[in-house]
């Protein structure tokens, strides 16, 4: 069957975005747009960092959304693309552009860099996105000597920590199921043992592994100001281990953070918006809501 949606629409599905780097990409509502409302009480910047080699299809059914909620709040899309991760310098370039941008935005007294109520709404998924956030967490530190503005999250699949069973989905997923699979299941093993021995035997020459990195700065509440957050997980992800989620809700939770958990039962990775839509950004606008009380 023939789809009725134009073929630039299905060709370029970030088409309503304008492209900052391959990595970083922003949506700015036209100016007839923000006059319709002052837009009180919603975000004036939705950041969304995406999880590891999403498609663009994949991504644009997230934005859409947050258009249609949101309609006069800013995007800031970054991706996170497996490639640039292998080197640290690479991934930490491919932040840069959203760092910019954002900084651009706190310099013109668009964004607050000292907010009293959140005015960024971070929706993070996967490691990924988890990744994407703790390099632009902490490069904010880094560049202006102040942590990230006051915003409010919600973390979708995420974060996981090392473990065999997750790791090896995650690298699989590229392979279906048949010859090429068989083939190659050794090599992929060998991969992740040999990563464990680096990050953990050897951890001494490799450093911190980034799945723990990102747990960690997460959870440094000097860091990482937020008025609250929100979890969004599955028991049956396969990628990304559901008690590990829960496991850093509940250290957020005793560091007095303000902490929601979405359990979903039957829902792969990423995949809970398609599972239950109406529940899914019911949570997300709850979240963003919560944090309007909670100055």
């Given at each position: 069957?023939?789809?009725?949606?134009?073929?630039t629409a299905v060709a370029r599905p970030l088409s309503?975005?304008?492209?900052?780097?391959?990595?970083?990409?922003?949506?700015?509502?036209?100016?007839?747009?923000?006059?319709?409302?002052?837009?009180?009480?919603?975000?004036?910047?939705?950041?969304?960092?995406?999880?590891?080699?999403?498609?663009?299809?994949?991504?644009?059914?997230?934005?859409?959304?947050?258009?249609?909620?949101?309609?006069?709040?800013?995007?800031?899309?970054?991706?996170?693309v497996f490639e640039e991760s292998i080197f640290a310098?690479?991934?930490?370039?491919?932040?840069?552009?959203?760092?910019?941008?954002?900084?651009?935005?706190?310099?013109?007294?668009?964004?607050?860099?000292?907010?009293?109520?959140?005015?960024?709404?971070?929706?993070?998924?996967?490691?990924?996105g988890s990744a994407t956030m703790q390099i632009l967490?902490?490069?904010?530190?880094?560049?202006?000597?102040?942590?990230?503005?006051?915003?409010?999250?919600?973390?979708?699949?995420?974060?996981?920590?090392?473990?065999?069973?997750?790791?090896?989905?995650?690298?699989?997923?590229?392979?279906?199921?048949?010859?090429?699979?068989?083939?190659?299941?050794?090599?992929?093993?060998?991969?992740?043992?040999?990563?464990?021995?680096?990050?953990?035997?050897?951890?001494?020459?490799?450093?911190?592994?980034?799945?723990?990195?990102?747990?960690?700065?997460?959870?440094?509440?000097?860091?990482?100001?937020?008025?609250?957050?929100?979890?969004?997980?599955?028991?049956?992800?396969?990628?990304?281990?559901?008690?590990?989620?829960?496991?850093?809700?509940?250290?957020?939770?005793?560091?007095?953070?303000?902490?929601?958990?979405?359990?979903?039962?039957?829902?792969?990775?990423?995949?809970?918006?398609?599972?239950?839509?109406?529940?899914?950004?019911?949570?997300?606008?709850?979240?963003?809501?919560?944090?309007?009380?909670?100055?």
């Amino acid at each position: 069957m023939a789809s009725n949606q134009p073929a630039t629409a299905v060709a370029r599905p970030l088409s309503t975005m304008k492209k900052l780097s391959p990595f970083v990409y922003f949506y700015e509502p036209e100016a007839a747009a923000t006059r319709q409302s002052p837009g009180e009480g919603v975000p004036k910047l939705v950041l969304i960092a995406a999880w590891m080699d999403a498609r663009d299809l994949h991504i644009a059914k997230y934005i859409a959304q947050y258009q249609t909620i949101y309609p006069t709040s800013t995007i800031l899309l970054v991706k996170f693309v497996f490639e640039e991760s292998i080197f640290a310098s690479r991934l930490n370039k491919s932040v840069e552009p959203a760092f910019a941008y954002l900084r651009s935005k706190i310099e013109s007294g668009i964004l607050s860099a000292s907010p009293v109520r959140p005015e960024i709404l971070v929706h993070v998924f996967s490691n990924g996105g988890s990744a994407t956030m703790q390099i632009l967490y902490r490069l904010f530190q880094s560049q202006t000597g102040r942590p990230f503005p006051l915003h409010t999250a919600v973390y979708d699949s995420c974060p996981g920590m090392y473990s065999f069973s997750s790791l090896y989905s995650v690298f699989m997923v590229n392979f279906p199921k048949g010859l090429l699979r068989l083939i190659a299941t050794p090599f992929i093993t060998a991969l992740i043992v040999c990563l464990w021995i680096w990050h953990h035997p050897l951890r001494v020459l490799s450093g911190e592994d980034f799945l723990l990195k990102n747990s960690r700065v997460h959870n440094d509440l000097d860091l990482v100001k937020q008025t609250n957050r929100s979890y969004i997980y599955g028991k049956t992800d396969v990628m990304v281990d559901w008690k590990h989620v829960e496991k850093h809700a509940k250290e957020a939770t005793a560091k007095g953070l303000l902490v929601r958990r979405e359990v979903y039962e039957r829902s792969a990775h990423v995949s809970h918006m398609r599972t239950d839509g109406e529940r899914y950004w019911k949570t997300v606008t709850e979240t963003w809501e919560r944090a309007m009380r909670s100055h």
